[in-house]
């Protein structure tokens, strides 16, 4: 099981970023999570898709991220808008098989004037 995410960078308060991670083809139907981690502080959860589409959000970032799919490309892409300083971390996706976890890399994503 592999995942790759990319298109962290450098942003404006209030830019947008596009998240994408590519996922194995064994595990394009499983729900795919994305979390995120700033410096000194725990892992936080930010979205999950299902299989079907179906989208859920922390509060923190609910109505600026959006979370999608697309199953020809096997990624799954995390839209972020309004961005805040806040948002500064390194966003991960995730996935669990079988009762394992998989977790990608990461790409860091920076909100900075």
């Known amino acids: 099981v592999q995942l790759e995410e990319s298109g962290g960078g450098l942003v404006q308060p209030g830019g947008s970023l596009r998240l994408s991670c590519v996922v194995s083809?064994?595990?394009?139907?499983?729900?795919i999570k994305w979390y995120r981690q700033a410096p000194g502080i725990q892992r936080e959860w930010v979205a999950s898709?299902?299989?079907?589409?179906?989208?859920i959000y922390a509060d923190s970032v609910k109505g600026r991220f959006t979370v999608s799919r697309d199953y020809a490309e096997n990624t799954v892409y995390l839209q972020l808008d309004s961005l805040k300083p806040e948002d500064t971390a390194d966003y991960y996706c995730?996935?669990?098989?079988?009762?394992?976890?998989?977790w990608g890399k990461g790409t860091l994503v920076t909100v900075s004037s």
């Open positions: 898709i299902g299989s079907g589409g179906l989208a």
């Open positions: 995730n996935t669990v098989l079988y009762g394992v976890e998989f």
């Open positions: 083809s064994t595990v394009t139907g499983l729900v």
